[in-house]
């Protein structure tokens, strides 16, 4: 009996190493330690502090979810153009930085979530009073080299503003000051936690003209992942902490916080 | 095995008459084989049990439980995206359609009821899931916050008594509350409920996919053990007692061999029924069902565009993305995107992508680029400030298009549907019909054994 227990165990057990050994990359769900990227570059949202510590939303969302999922996280730093790349060539696990999900790069990449739901929004003086994207006709708005949000307003929503090339938003901010353009577009996320940081009382508009999905970037291929990750972000919003976390970053930035709710996630196939 | 064609004169047993120890030697050797014997023949019989005890677990899960729970989540959504368009639709009627107006509403009476049924039923089937069940309770609570103020803009609209188009901003504001609620808090609860249990159903299949294959290597090798031991058991017989057959022993031998054929057998028709359930049929049963929920909901949104001003930009964008997301093509603005579609694009990423194959598959295709050229006919009335045009628009030539892409949809389903359901009572009727031989063959070769074995530890008595 010894010996037919001894043949079974080993024959279960090299069929099980098979079975294993053919599966695909790794899912995040079998590691201890997982690397998350999040963006250095926009305060409140994810920045790093001169002592080479990161903050902000989607800081304080990354680290939620690694607790959730039981890992130890590492942070790095990933600008808008090296997201796809850090995930891709394996130096991320995961990405939460401002990752708008679209079908293009869905092609590349998983999402998780969305976690949040944010709009493109118009930042703009105290003295202005926009109030939806139609008000930009004929008026001047930055448009940062590698972002397409002002060109959204002119092509998707079709409203003949003036584009004004500038680098950053730094640069953007200082030229709204300073009356060489009458608004700033982008993500209201983004928008809040520049307004916050400069400090001199410009203000969103709340126009919430184009839905974006801010999802968490995986591996494609990682569905035990990313149903995990979404587990997660259910279990955020049930347990108070997104309200917590929204409150604490952009309660005071005008950002428009009266509906705080799951979003309708993507679907991790 | 290759013993079995020994003749029956073994040379040592002739010669010297047999030495006591020796003769007291053999009953021990037959009741060591016959243990051994049934030893593994309990084996096959557990490693089949447990295999198809795994199978059935398989196959509850993924067609007793989490399928039927989509098809209750997914009508959850659609009930509570049409409550929601019913009313966007009976704001914009104003005082101009009366008759259709009170059928909007009676409408969104009968999907509030078909939304509460559906909740409970979800709840129901929910079972101790803490995170679901609390999902169904707060989509529950919204429900009631919904209709008092979805009851508040319908009765302010019914007091203004405007013409059909955009109604007084009091009413629009109201309004605006109850869909922010509805959009932004309910639908995406139901949603999600429905790709959790895409997610459970995935679990199960992976799970089930690694272990059967497993437990019927089991059963194969717990089978080759019990015919082993049957053989040399008689092999042994035969030579200790010159008997060249054992009838009882050579018919156990023979049922054990069609039970080990037929238990693998049902394992792997088992194995199958589950692969077709789970990727032909159930993948594309949840994807259609998803695509109807988004899909409903833009025809709120087209209502929503006309009688909303301020927010018109946002409703628009929402259906383009709604739109690319079930049928991408590349497109900057929704006129491209119109343009392309009615076009005659077929290929295309996307929800519907993958499922727009074969005549049916095609049907949904066409259906969907009639609705999308209805509403580019809808928007440009709108954008020429033709209100009660693009109203009427949105009431007839829309709606109709939209009626035949759903139906189109629905038919598609169908098919998947019908293809799960068989799958799934395909394998659960194999699992009945080895249960019910199970029994008689542990029996019969149990019996069998002892017939074979008695008599002859008998002569030793």
């Known amino acids: ?269 | 095995m290759t013993m079995t064609q020994a003749p029956p004169p073994a040379p040592p047993m002739v010669a010297p008459p047999a030495p006591t120890p020796r003769r007291r030697n053999v009953p021990g050797r037959v009741r060591t084989l016959t243990g051994a014997t049934v030893a593994a023949l309990a084996l096959l019989f557990t490693a089949l049990a447990v295999g198809s005890s795994s199978a059935r677990d398989g196959l509850q899960v993924i067609g007793r439980d989490a399928g039927p729970q989509v098809v209750a989540t997914a009508g959850l959504y659609l009930a509570l995206s049409d409550m929601d368009a019913q009313v966007a639709g009976a704001l914009l009627m104003g005082n101009g359609y009366a008759d259709r107006r009170a059928d909007a509403l009676a409408r969104y009476e009968s999907r509030r009821s078909e939304a509460n049924q559906a909740l409970l039923k979800a709840f129901q089937l929910s079972g101790d899931d803490p995170a679901e069940r609390r999902t169904v309770q707060s989509v529950l609570d919204g429900l009631g916050r919904y209709e008092r103020l979805a009851g508040q803009a319908l009765l302010l609209d019914e007091r203004a008594g405007h013409a059909p188009g955009p109604p007084p901003a009091e009413v629009v504001a109201t309004y605006r509350q109850a869909t922010d609620l509805m959009r932004m808090v309910l639908l995406p609860q139901a949603y999600n409920l429905t790709l959790e249990n895409g997610t459970i159903v995935r679990r199960t299949y992976d799970d089930k996919a690694l272990m059967l294959p497993l437990l019927r290597a089991a059963v194969v090798v717990a089978g080759l053990l019990a015919l082993g031991c049957l053989l040399a058991l008689q092999v042994f017989l035969a030579r200790r007692f010159r008997r060249v057959f054992g009838p009882a022993l050579l018919v156990a031998t023979v049922t054990t061999a069609l039970a080990l054929l037929f238990g693998t057998n049902v394992l792997s028709q088992d194995q199958d029924a589950l692969r077709e359930a789970k990727k032909s049929s159930f993948d594309s049963v949840l994807t259609l069902a998803r695509t109807r929920a988004i899909s409903n909901s833009m025809q709120g949104d087209q209502s929503r565009y006309l009688l909303d001003k301020e927010r018109a930009d946002t409703y628009e964008h929402t259906f383009l993305d709604k739109s690319q997301s079930i049928f991408y093509v590349p497109a900057g603005n929704l006129e491209t995107y119109q343009a392309k579609v009615t076009q005659g694009e077929t290929k295309a990423l996307g929800l519907l992508g993958p499922e727009l194959v074969g005549p049916r598959g095609r049907d949904v295709a066409t259906a969907f680029a009639g609705f999308q050229a209805a509403d580019a006919d809808l928007r440009k009335l709108a954008l020429a400030g033709r209100v009660n045009g693009a109203v009427a628009a949105r009431l007839t030539t829309s709606t109709q298009a939209f009626d035949a892409y759903d139906r189109a949809v629905v038919a598609l389903a169908g098919q998947h549907e019908a293809d799960f359901e068989r799958a799934i009572g395909r394998g659960e009727n194999a699992l009945d019909n080895l249960w019910r031989l199970l029994p008689f063959a542990i029996g019969g070769i149990g019996l069998l054994v002892i017939a074979g074995v008695w008599p002859r530890l008998k002569e030793y008595r």
């Open chain 1, 1 to 269: 009996m010894k010996r037919v227990l001894a043949v079974t165990a080993a024959l279960v057990a090299a069929l099980a190493a098979g079975g294993c050994a053919s599966g695909e990359a790794a899912s995040i769900v079998d590691k201890d330690d997982i690397v998350i990227a999040v963006r250095p570059d926009l305060p409140s949202v994810g920045f790093r502090k001169a002592d080479g510590t990161f903050e902000g939303f989607d800081v304080d969302v990354a680290r939620y979810l690694a607790r959730k999922l039981g890992k130890h996280v590492t942070l790095m730093p990933a600008l808008a153009a090296d997201r796809d790349k850090v995930l891709l060539d394996g130096r991320a696990d995961m990405v939460v930085a401002t990752y708008t999900i679209d079908q293009d790069r869905k092609a590349k990449v998983l999402f998780a979530g969305p976690y949040h739901i944010s709009y493109q929004d118009i930042l703009m003086r105290p003295d202005e009073t926009f109030k939806n994207v139609r008000d930009l006709k004929g008026r001047r708005i930055c448009q940062v080299k590698g972002s397409n949000a002002a060109e959204r307003v002119t092509e998707e929503r079709k409203v003949a503003a003036q584009l004004v090339p500038f680098d950053d938003y730094a640069q953007c901010l200082e030229a709204l000051k300073s009356r060489q353009v009458d608004a700033v577009t982008t993500n209201d996320v983004i928008l809040a936690g520049l307004a916050m940081r400069d400090g001199s009382g410009l203000r969103l508009a709340n126009a919430q003209f184009n839905e974006q999905r801010t999802g968490v970037g995986l591996r494609k291929g990682d569905v035990p992942g990313c149903e995990e990750v979404n587990r997660a972000i259910i279990d955020m919003y049930q347990d108070g902490t997104a309200s917590k976390l929204l409150h604490k970053w952009f309660g005071k930035s005008g950002l428009n916080l009266g509906t705080i709710a799951v979003p309708q996630f993507e679907g991790c196939s």
